[in-house]
């Protein structure tokens, strides 16, 4: 028994037309008690769409169209029917108030939604893919939306499951024949598909991360050693003076952060503290700020004063390296204006004057390119927290199939984590689901959707 629910499905406010969404058992008799045109709409086809008069007990509220969907051909799989009035406060207001004193109850938000899915007629990228449509602000985010919608990610992970589950099936089989040591399926095959669907879980968590720095800006930091003039490039980036400068080394304590665009994408640009042993406190906890933010940034370009000698702060860049393997790292040269013979430039080395503003455009360039290899990573699929998670998790289970076999562990618990993994991918798609998880899905939707 589906509960009748209603809702105003367009946004509340004065609009030139609005539109009331109802869904469940016994809607069109609900309906016909309070409208009136020239078929009943209980009896009226699926898809068609009937002019006519609303009204409050015989009063008349407003003119309107029905649009009739009967189950299973509906956005929720029950009977719905849309009803479109014209747009003002009291009109659909009065509308959902009658339906509700003629049986309806006011929907929850996401509660249309969570029907369709639990009846089957979407699967829960689907269901993730319409909140995401409604609140998505960038081009890139609403196209993949779109694309998601349409399910491709779930024809490819269904895809993928059912491989693993005959793989899994042929190694179980194989444990009733031991004795005659025969072998159903190729080890190397097997490791191909698993290859497959781990290569498969890592672009996309890589995509996943890609999508992230669109969303939240590509963090760019500037360190180095005090006084090589980060705060100097700080401001000619920013093509203004915001941070002190001064030939006073420890200048910069804390750390300043602002925003720049490069070719329309946000760039967060971090001035920071210069690295170097001190006593002062201030300074001292700057230093450990530092290593926060290089830690969470995407690119990090250490600057060195080249008067001081190109290899001045070589043993730094490689130490930082080292330390965050995921972070890029740039050695930015500084102060060639005041050095006559430049020397040779290494890889990953860039001359500039940050006081005379010269060679900034190839640094910018640098930061474009950065970016783009960034947005090469995005793949068709619009990825969130929860998928990435779970794909993340599928590719260790995976992975760990994979060890299983390269030294011929028990057929038995190679199985076991492949189905692991199988039933991880269910998740993303909803097979199998948490309330919790639900709840938290569509507490991001609005009412009426
Ligand atoms: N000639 C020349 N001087 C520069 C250049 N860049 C910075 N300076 C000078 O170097 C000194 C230090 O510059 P800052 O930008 O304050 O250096 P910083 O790295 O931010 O220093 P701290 O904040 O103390 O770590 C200042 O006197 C600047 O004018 C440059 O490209 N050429
Ligand atoms: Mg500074």
Do not use: W
């Amino acid at each position: 028994m589906a509960e009748p629910i209603v809702a105003l499905s367009t946004p509340p406010g004065i609009s030139g037309l609005a539109v009331v969404r109802v869904s469940g058992d016994e809607i069109f008799q609900i309906i016909d008690l309070c409208f009136e045109g020239k078929v009943k709409i209980s009896e009226a086809k699926s898809h068609t769409i009937h002019y006519g008069k609303f009204h409050r007990n015989g009063e008349l509220v407003d003119f309107v169209t029905v649009s009739v969907f009967r189950k299973p051909n509906s956005y929720t799989g029950e009977d719905v029917a849309e009803i479109t009035c014209h747009g003002g406060l009291f009109v659909y207001e009065t509308i959902i108030e009658v339906l509700c004193e003629k049986g309806c109850k006011l929907a929850a938000p996401g509660e249309f939604t969570k029907r369709a899915f639990l009846n089957g007629k979407m699967d829960l990228t689907q269901v993730e893919a319409v909140a995401d449509l409604i609140h998505s602000t960038s081009v890139v985010g609403y196209q993949t939306a779109v694309r998601q919608l349409a399910g491709g990610f779930r024809k490819k992970i269904e895809e993928f499951k059912q491989n693993l589950i005959s793989v899994a099936g042929l190694l179980e089989l194989e444990l009733d024949f031991a004795e005659e040591g025969y072998e159903f399926i190729e080890r190397t095959k097997i490791i191909n598909e698993l290859e497959q669907v781990i290569n498969f879980c890592k672009e996309l968590t890589e995509s996943y991360r890609a999508y992230e720095i669109l969303r939240a800006g590509f963090y760019v930091g500037i360190s180095g050693y005090p006084n090589a003039g980060k705060s100097t490039l700080f401001n000619a980036l920013l093509e203004r003076k915001r941070a002190i400068v001064s030939e006073i080394p420890g200048t910069t304590r804390d750390y300043l952060e602002e925003a720049i665009y490069i070719n329309g994408i946000m760039v967060k640009l971090f001035d920071t503290a210069g690295l170097r042993e001190t006593q002062d406190a201030i300074e001292v906890e700057g230093i450990r700020l530092v290593n926060s933010l290089i830690s969470q940034s995407n690119l990090v370009l250490v600057i060195n004063d080249i008067t001081l000698g190109q290899a001045n702060s070589d043993k730094l860049y490689e130490e930082l390296k080292l330390r965050y393997p995921t972070t890029k790292f740039y050695l930015i040269q500084n102060k060639v204006d005041l050095v006559r013979n430049l020397p040779a430039k290494r890889e990953h080395e860039i001359f500039i004057s940050a006081k005379l503003s010269y060679g900034l455009d190839e640094l910018k360039k640098l930061i474009a390119e950065e970016l783009k290899m960034n947005q090469a990573r995005i793949t068709d699929v619009l990825l969130n927290q929860r998928h990435y998670q779970l794909l993340k998790r599928a590719s260790m289970e995976l992975e760990r199939a994979k060890e299983g076999l390269l030294s011929q562990a028990e057929n038995e618990l190679i199985a076991e984590d492949i189905r692991r993994a199988v039933t991880t991918l269910g998740e993303i798609i909803g097979d199998t689901f948490r309330e919790d998880v639900l709840n938290a899905i569509f507490s991001k939707f609005c009412i009426g959707k």
